[in-house]
């Protein structure tokens, strides 16, 4: 048998990751479609910079998952 054995990602399987690359490209082809205004890079950071502090708080006090569903 000759040829390279398949690398697998972190999902475990090539169709798993080919499906999540299919969802990554329509979602990225859906933002870029999306006639909303654009939100301004610095609001975003601020957001992310936000969100980011209160996992950190989080899980220092044992409630990371509460956090997870506000991204």
Do not use: W
């Amino acid at each position: 048998m000759t040829g390279k054995m398949p690398e697998y990602g972190a999902s475990g399987s090539i169709q798993q990751e080919d499906a999540i690359d299919e969802i990554v490209r329509r979602q990225t082809r859906d933002a870029i479609d999306d006639p909303n205004t654009d939100i301004d890079a610095d609001t975003v950071f601020e957001r992310v910079e936000r969100l980011h502090a209160e996992r950190i708080k989080a899980e220092e006090t044992g409630l990371a998952h509460a956090c997870d569903a506000r991204l």
